[in-house]
């Protein structure tokens, strides 16, 4: 008998349908498994269902549909209100006013601390506070998203909308407010605070 050797997609949708290798089936088999070149039926079908809520596999690369069980009040991104995106033009007025200030109290705050390669950069919309040896952080606003950027050597990347109740530029995926990010950040890298509000 001649070895049957399928893609390797059929091959993986053997093993998550647990059916025996083709190599074991013969055509003389009683089985009721036919091999087709788009589908693959069975007497007992694959049904995406079964799999839809065990938990994924850590030992390889996998897709998981089950549900995430995240609590609201805590974690996962904030609903967007869209009533309450900003106009283009109020977005630059409060997001130019938040990097100036930002500029001006890092200025201020440059003279009050002993790190070597501080320095501090504002060109074409964008602020750069380097930290020599620390890091260098980023500010850049996005028009099209009504965002403020931020790169981070501590927190990494992360995306600031205007808040109105708050009066703040909130990231909507832990409610972290910019300022503060930026001064507990800065206070643990320089090991002096700074106060941002």
């Not at 839809?52 to 996962?76: I, M, V």
């Not at 981070?152 to 990010?181: C, E, I, Q, T």
Request: hydrophobic fraction near 30%; charge should be negative.
């Amino acid at each position: 008998m001649a070895s049957k050797v399928l893609p390797i997609p059929l091959r993986r949708l053997w093993r998550l349908a647990k059916l025996p290798p083709p190599s074991s089936l013969s055509s003389s088999s009683s089985s009721s498994y036919s091999l087709d070149p788009h589908l693959l039926y069975s007497s007992r079908r694959f049904d995406i269902s079964d799999k839809a809520h065990r938990p994924c596999s850590s030992s390889r690369r996998s897709f998981c549909s089950r549900p995430l069980n995240l609590d609201q009040s805590s974690q996962g991104p904030t609903a967007i209100d869209y009533r309450s995106v900003l106009q283009e033009d109020e977005f630059h007025r409060l997001a130019d006013s938040t990097i100036h200030d930002l500029q001006e109290k890092f200025e201020g705050y440059g003279d009050s601390v002993q790190v070597e390669g501080f320095d501090i950069d504002y060109g074409n919309e964008v602020l750069t506070l380097k930290l020599g040896d620390l890091g260098t952080y980023v500010l850049n606003k996005q028009t099209p998203n009504r965002q403020i950027w931020l790169s981070s050597p501590v927190s990494g990347p992360s995306r600031f909308d205007w808040d109105p109740n708050a009066h703040a530029w909130v990231y909507r995926r832990n409610k972290a407010n910019l300022l503060d990010v930026l001064e507990s950040e800065l206070e643990q890298l320089c090991g002096e605070p700074i106060n941002l509000s």
